[in-house]
């Protein structure tokens, strides 16, 4: 008897088990207000630099949209598919620290002043710790396996 050969992860036997698990994850009440949350602070690091005033800064500005809206892109693709983005949840930690640690980085003369950088350290620290608590989440699933 001769079996049909498949080759590739896709024919891997845990491929199933891993994709119903963060289905299963996705699906969770936690899970949804983690993504939800998410797309929340990236839309208001996008908006961020008119509401807190940036004036006067403009590689900051245009650092926060950019970074702003890569987290809400995100946070939106792991609303509408998430057992594809969940994997993806590990990018949204270190756009946080990004955020932390722009305002020194990005100014060229590191004189970012007090509101810009209260403002990036707290919706920094904000979507480093969703992105964190999203990875946890799956990894939590993985851990205690199926119920």
Do not use: K
């Not at 993504?35 to 403009?58: D, K, M």
């Amino acid at each position: 008897m001769s079996y049909p050969q498949q080759s590739g992860m896709g024919a891997h036997p845990d491929v199933a088990e891993m994709r119903e698990r963060l289905e299963r994850t996705a699906a969770s009440g936690p899970a949804i207000a983690v993504e939800g949350a998410i797309l929340l602070a990236g839309v208001y690091a996008a908006i961020s630099p008119w509401v807190v005033h940036f004036s006067g800064t403009p590689f900051i500005t245009v650092n926060n949209l950019i970074v702003g809206l890569t987290v809400g892109l995100i946070g939106l693709c792991m609303t509408l598919v998430p057992e594809r983005m969940l994997r993806l949840a590990w990018v949204v930690a270190p756009l946080g620290v990004w955020l932390i640690i722009s305002p020194w980085v990005v100014t060229a003369t590191h004189s970012a002043r007090a509101g810009i950088i209260a403002n990036n350290v707290a919706v920094g620290a904000v979507t480093a710790a969703l992105g964190l608590a999203a990875m946890g989440l799956t990894i939590g699933v993985a851990r205690r396996g199926p119920q």
